[in-house]
């Protein structure tokens, strides 16, 4: 059985066949790969015998459901005005020029991705940004430099 | 258990579970709406159709919000005027209003409720997203996010009658819009064509791909022989595209519109009809005596029925291991364009490659099916173009005709002559009662044991009906089925068609011959049919259907005279040589996904 095949069965033998599983599946993959491939979408279609369409509309529907590619690093600024205010430009731009991708784009060698993304609850602490699941608060460009400093020479 | 509320200070009960909005009607206060459609569940995401109710600070949308004891309503008040007049400029200022090059103009839900409420285009700023591209890659269906105001109809339609799905909602927030898998075109989406969509859409954002330019083109060409087949329910629908009521008859003034309009002969697709008929019935007569009698495992059944194009699709998608089920007859539609190249071409002394051949329908997939490459086996493409009723209605009107006042004419001959068998295909459970008028016949020498030839337990708009027909004093050539109870079944919307279809992969199918139409109704409501449908006026459609069937006097396929003629002349016998070149067709596997 193909990796992907075991991630949906396992949440098919946690939360049974039915639409319910959809959230579980599209999470899990999301959590191991980052990212939803057309194929995984087909696959889980035939898997919980729905259409591919609705697979697509609810991974579409949810921001942290990615259906484009996207490196094993997400980098995610958040874009509201809190974080926007307390200097978010200015990380961004560090961030755009060390990596020397823009917002969406990823880097070539797949390792970083760069979103914006809305509120994440940490507006006293802006400007913040997640990478993955792990969050990064009053960032400055020096903070941010720092971090992804890290991440480039110690994570793979 | 009854729930009594007042509206506009008018007393009414109604039935626990009913929403404001029914509860309005049964009281025939106008609430307006957008998103609701009767044939669909409640969606409640427009908000035009907003009440006060007593007791509650925020307007509620009536058609989501269950009616209550006690309940006092208020459905016309400065609050909810200006109110909805805010929600549907927001609708507008999303919208392409471009209205006067827009196909469903004056046909517009949109359109209708921005004039009633007086919409001023200023008071928001449009928020029309530029250059979006119209999707024209199906031979069926063009879809134009800027006019779509994300009802989701659509999505609800293709979910909840049709069980496909080919439609979604994607993304969110001003994001949002209606798509296919990965925003695919629908050409390569698994799509079957049906058209319900279009008929369900408010505006123009779903519709038809039109071919009457390259019509109009074709008659003003001298070279070319203009013919035309028109389908059994374009007759008792397209009076209400020209201002006639629901289920009203306009055969005759069809046939002389079609005349005025330069086409050179105007026929009938009933006479194919009666031909599917002789062929699908000896074909189902023939299943049976291989899989009773020779034992032949490698013969289906049940056996269902392949009219439908919308249905065909579906079964090519959703259940290609089945494809051996489906009668392998094509579609009048397709039968009457094989002949049309041949058979008539060659009676009339004219050469197949000036003939256009057009066939007005009830449907979107026809356009699809027409254009099927394996559809030319005339040595030419056998229909060159399938318009819809709607279509033909707005070709009518170009052509300056005042059609309420059209005198009757008669179809041309030949292949003008039919049947009540023939025109109550039409309707869901019209082509088994056809059938069983005919095979009953050719198997016992006597006429159905129906009164009056009317098989009433096929009609009607239940989603699955089914009946059991013992057959009984046979001719000696089909005795084997002396005492055989043939077991049949009517499915329509493809919902119902994906129920039957589960039996047979269970195993668990008693029938023998099932018939299957992809549109609710059948194809009086089918999705090239006027707009709106809902069963009211499916019921009115059919009512017009079955008079008409009454009306002829002839209702058996097999007595059709142009039918025993084109045997004796052309096609020799039943499931013969020629039939199975011109008549019967195969079918493909397509992607599931």
């Known amino acids: 059985m193909s990796e992907l095949k075991t991630v949906i069965s396992d949440q098919i033998k946690k939360h049974g066949k039915g639409r319910d599983a959809l959230m579980p599946i599209l999470q899990s993959i999301v959590e191991k790969n980052n990212y939803l491939t057309n194929e995984n979408m087909v696959e889980i279609a035939k898997e919980l015998d729905i259409s591919a369409a609705d697979v697509y509309g609810t991974a579409s529907f949810y921001s942290f459901l990615e259906t484009e590619e996207r490196g094993r690093y997400v980098i995610r600024i958040c874009k509201s005005i809190t974080c926007d205010m307390k200097g978010k430009g200015k990380v961004l731009r560090t961030i755009q020029d060390m990596l020397k991708i823009k917002i969406g784009e990823t880097t070539q060698n797949k390792k970083f991705s760069l979103l914006e993304t809305n509120c994440i609850g940490l507006c006293d602490q802006g400007p913040a940004m997640l990478i993955n699941d792990d969050f990064y608060n009053h960032l400055t460009p020096e903070k941010v430099r720092e971090v992804l400093v890290d991440y480039i020479r110690n994570k793979n | 258990m009854s729930v009594n509320l007042k509206i506009d200070g008018i007393n009414v009960s109604v039935e626990k579970g009913s929403t404001i909005l029914d509860a309005a009607k049964k009281i025939n206060i106008k609430i307006p709406t957008l998103c609701h459609h009767e044939d669909l569940c409640v969606a409640g995401n427009c908000r035009v159709c907003i009440v006060e109710v007593e007791g509650k600070n925020k307007l509620e949308a009536s058609c989501a919000t269950p009616a209550e004891e006690g309940m006092i309503i208020k459905t016309n008040t400065p609050k909810i005027r200006n109110a909805r007049k805010d929600i549907i400029s927001l609708l507008v200022s999303e919208h392409n209003t471009q209205c006067t090059t827009c196909y469903r103009s004056t046909n517009c839900e949109l359109q209708a409720l921005s004039s009633e409420h007086n919409i001023d285009h200023e008071r928001f700023l449009s928020v029309l997203k530029p250059h979006t591209k119209i999707d024209k890659s199906s031979w069926s269906i063009e879809k134009d996010d800027s006019k779509c105001v994300r009802c989701q109809r659509c999505v609800r339609t293709c979910a909840e009658l049709q069980h496909v799905n080919a439609l979604t909602v994607s993304g969110k927030g001003k994001e949002m819009k209606i798509s296919t898998f990965l925003n695919l075109p629908f050409s390569d989406v698994v799509c079957t064509n049906c058209g319900q969509c279009i008929t369900h859409c408010p505006t123009g954002a779903l519709t038809e791909r039109r071919y009457f330019d390259e019509v109009w083109e074709a008659i003003g060409d001298p070279t070319k022989h203009v013919v035309v087949n028109t389908a059994p329910s374009v007759r008792v629908a397209l009076g209400e595209m ?62 269902m029925t392949s009219c439908s194009p919308g249905w065909v699709k579906f079964i090519e998608h959703m259940y290609p291991e089945y494809l051996g089920h489906l009668s392998s007859c094509k579609s009048p539609q397709q039968m009457f364009g094989a002949l049309t190249k041949t058979y008539y071409a060659e009676k009339n002394n004219i050469n197949p490659k000036d003939i256009v051949s057009i066939a007005i329908m009830p449907c979107a997939a026809k356009k699809f099916e027409a ?20 279509e033909l209605g707005h070709m009518i009107k170009q052509a300056g005709l005042n059609f309420a006042e059209l005198e009757d004419t008669k179809y041309d001959s030949f292949m003008g002559d039919s049947t009540g068998a023939a025109v109550i295909f039409g309707a869901t459970g019209g082509v088994m009662e056809a059938a069983l008028r005919t095979a009953y016949e050719v198997v016992t020498g006597r006429e159905v044991p129906f009164k009056n030839l009317n098989i009433l337990p096929v009609r009607g708009l239940e989603g699955i009906k089914e009946a059991t027909i013992k057959i009984e004093g046979c001719l000696p050539a089909w005795s084997f089925l002396e005492g055989a109870e043939l077991k049949i079944a009517v499915a329509h919307g493809l919902i119902n068609a994906r129920q039957i279809m589960d039996m047979i992969v269970a195993g668990e199918c008693p029938y023998h011959f099932i018939e ?23 019921l009115k459609r059919i009512k017009a259907i079955y008079d008409e069937d009454e009306g002829m006097p002839i209702r058996k396929s097999h007595e059709n005279p142009e039918v025993t003629k084109i045997y004796a002349d052309f096609l020799e016998k039943p499931l013969g040589h020629t039939s199975h070149k011109l008549l019967h067709t195969k079918y493909r596997k397509r992607n599931r996904y």
């Open chain 2, 242 to 303: 020209l201002g006639m009521p629901v289920g009203t008859r306009v055969t005759g003034k069809m046939v002389t519109a079609l005349k005025k309009m330069g086409i050179d002969a105007v026929l009938d697709t009933d006479f194919t009809a009666d031909l599917t008929i002789i062929e699908e019935g000896h074909e189902l007569l023939t299943r049976l005596k291989s899989v009773l009698v020779d034992g032949d495992t490698s013969v289906k059944l049940p056996m």
């Open chain 2, 371 to 390: 254009n099927r490459p394996e559809m030319r086996d005339s040595g030419y493409q056998d229909i060159d173009a399938g318009l819809t009723t709607r």
């Open chain 2, 516 to 538: 299957v139409m992809a549109c609710p109704g059948g194809c009086i409501g089918g999705g090239g049919q006027p707009i709106p449908t809902n069963n009211e006026i499916r």
